[in-house]
């Protein structure tokens, strides 16, 4: 019996009645490859979207089950290319997306109730959404990675806008740092370090439990809601400290050594081994800056201030010999926006303790020091920052928007090369759309093969 042959007798067994009417169980709704497509997911997905603002225009039993179409051809390339997201990365995303579940819906048991899921089933089911997102953004980055329009094409772009087309650029400045991390006691790591002793002390000899002493005193706060377990990973999606120690585990009933890695101090469970994934738990704990040190940082920054506005000491020069910002180091300090790429941030992209410290200064001004929290550290660090430049809200042009444009450009220019490669495994790729889901008006009309 062929391919096609197979999902439409799978069709039919999945329904109550011959024809799929009324009565349905489930519906393999779209095959696409060897993949199908469930009317459960679909119903799913639409759930999801409202929860989230997502606004869908037109039909959602139309546009859901395609936008999941092109997905599985995403996710079938990007297989053969074998790229990967970063675990950590998917975590933080899908942490967020429950996070606002909860304040929209009012509470975690009555998110629950609305998915028909616990907690547990709806962070896997979101984990596999985000880490597949995160993958076909890097496989549209890799598809797209020739694009590069010169600037005698960027021109040519920018002269035959319409002048009504032409953006408004919003006022934007780029920012240079210093940032030290104010040193942590001897005395508070011995602290740190003796806790965790106790805690594998007493796991080992059966007077505790782990997962209860994570959800307990854990500082990984999402992960200690379930006990310090992180959920079956790959070596390669963990931090590699953690991973090393990780991985080497072997018994179930027994605690790993302390682990040092960026975000503090841990000791690990495993809890479960799946050919080259595992499944453990943690418990995090993160060292204290005393009052006395940060003050100390702050005074050391305050001379390095002075010295820079009397010119006595370039900001770069400072950079250099001070600076414990490994992403920034190596540039003059210069700051780096995430989302762009570019060195360019609206003030709402920056982080808050920095947009406050800008928002009144001028070109070259240099700031008071100040505490902040680095988020990919998560820890807090003192900081001066120079405005290294400013602009107000203009219409774009290509003196100061050179980057802009081309971005402008890059974007149709992206867009188009995708729709051709669409349409183009839409021709190589096995189709099937079960009846009652064919009449749609499709953004790529090929899923219908004649």
């Keep these: 019996m062929n391919k096609k042959k197979i999902y439409k007798v799978f069709?039919?067994?999945?329904?109550?009645?011959?024809?799929?009417?009324?009565?349905?169980?489930?519906?393999?709704?779209?095959?696409?490859?060897?993949?199908?497509?469930?009317?459960?997911?679909?119903?799913?997905?639409?759930?999801?979207?409202?929860?989230?603002?997502?606004?869908?225009?037109?039909?959602?039993?139309?546009?859901?089950?395609?936008?999941?179409?092109?997905?599985?051809?995403?996710?079938?390339?990007?297989?053969?290319?074998?790229?990967?997201?970063?675990?950590?990365?998917?975590?933080?995303?899908?942490?967020?997306?429950?996070?606002?579940?909860?304040?929209?819906?009012?509470?975690?048991?009555?998110?629950?109730?609305?998915?028909?899921?616990?907690?547990?089933?709806?962070?896997?089911?979101?984990?596999?959404?985000?880490?597949?997102?995160?993958?076909?953004?890097?496989?549209?980055?890799?598809?797209?990675?020739?694009?590069?329009?010169?600037?005698?094409?960027?021109?040519?772009?920018?002269?035959?806008?319409?002048?009504?087309?032409?953006?408004?650029?919003?006022?934007?400045?780029?920012?240079?740092?210093?940032?030290?991390?104010?040193?942590?006691?001897?005395?508070?790591?011995?602290?740190?370090?003796?806790?965790?002793?106790?805690?594998?002390?007493?796991?080992?000899?059966?007077?505790?439990?782990?997962?209860?002493?994570?959800?307990?005193?854990?500082?990984?706060?999402?992960?200690?809601?379930?006990g310090g377990e992180l959920g079956f990973v790959g070596k390669g999606q963990l931090v590699e400290a953690f991973a090393e120690v990780a991985f080497n585990l072997t018994d179930p009933k027994k605690v790993s050594r302390i682990v040092e890695t960026e975000y503090g101090y841990h000791i690990i469970q495993l809890i479960e081994r799946k050919g080259e994934r595992i499944n453990c738990r943690h418990i995090l704990l993160r060292p204290r800056v005393s009052s006395d040190d940060k003050q100390k940082a702050i005074a050391h920054l305050d001379t390095v201030a002075k010295l820079i506005r009397q010119d006595s000491l370039r900001f770069e020069k400072a950079v250099a010999l001070f600076s414990q910002d490994k992403q920034t180091a190596l540039n003059g300090g210069l700051m780096m926006n995430p989302q762009t790429g570019s060195s360019r941030f609206e003030y709402q992209e920056l982080p808050p303790e920095i947009a406050k410290q800008i928002y009144s200064m001028q070109e070259g001004d240099i700031s008071e020091p100040f505490v902040m929290m680095d988020e990919t550290k998560n820890k807090e660090v003192c900081c001066i920052v120079r405005l290294k430049s400013k602009k107000e809200v203009h219409k774009a042009n290509l003196v100061d928007d050179f980057q802009v444009i081309r971005g402008m450009l890059?974007?149709?220019?992206?867009?188009?090369?995708?729709?051709?490669?669409?349409?183009?495994?839409?021709?190589?790729?096995?189709?099937?759309?079960?009846?009652?889901?064919?009449?749609?008006?499709?953004?790529?009309?090929?899923?219908i093969h004649q």
Excluded at 182 to 188: F, G, K, Q
Excluded at 424 to 438: L, S, V
């Design 11 to 226: 069709i039919l067994l999945l329904c109550v009645l011959p024809l799929c009417a009324d009565n349905v169980i489930d519906e393999v709704v779209w095959v696409v490859g060897d993949e199908p497509i469930l009317r459960s997911e679909v119903e799913e997905e639409r759930l999801r979207a409202q929860y989230e603002g997502q606004q869908i225009a037109g039909d959602p039993y139309c546009i859901i089950p395609e936008q999941m179409a092109i997905q599985k051809l995403y996710l079938h390339q990007a297989e053969l290319d074998s790229i990967e997201a970063n675990e950590s990365s998917v975590s933080h995303q899908v942490d967020m997306r429950i996070n606002y579940y909860i304040s929209q819906i009012g509470s975690r048991e009555k998110m629950e109730e609305y998915f028909r899921k616990s907690s547990t089933e709806i962070r896997e089911e979101l984990m596999e959404a985000v880490r597949n997102q995160m993958i076909i953004q890097q496989l549209q980055g890799k598809l797209t990675e020739h694009i590069k329009p010169t600037p005698a094409e960027i021109r040519r772009y920018y002269n035959s806008l319409p002048a009504d087309s032409i953006p408004v650029v919003a006022a934007h400045v780029e920012v240079q740092i210093v940032s030290i991390e104010p040193p942590v006691s001897r005395e508070e790591l011995d602290r740190i370090k003796s806790r965790l002793r106790d805690f594998t002390e007493r796991v080992n000899n059966g007077t505790a439990d782990f997962a209860m002493l994570a959800r307990l005193y854990s500082e990984d706060t999402e992960s200690a809601k379930r």
């Design 410 to 447: 890059e974007q149709k220019l992206s867009s188009e090369f995708l729709d051709d490669w669409i349409r183009r495994k839409q021709r190589e790729t096995y189709i099937q759309i079960a009846p009652g889901w064919q009449g749609c008006d499709f953004q790529y009309p090929g899923w």
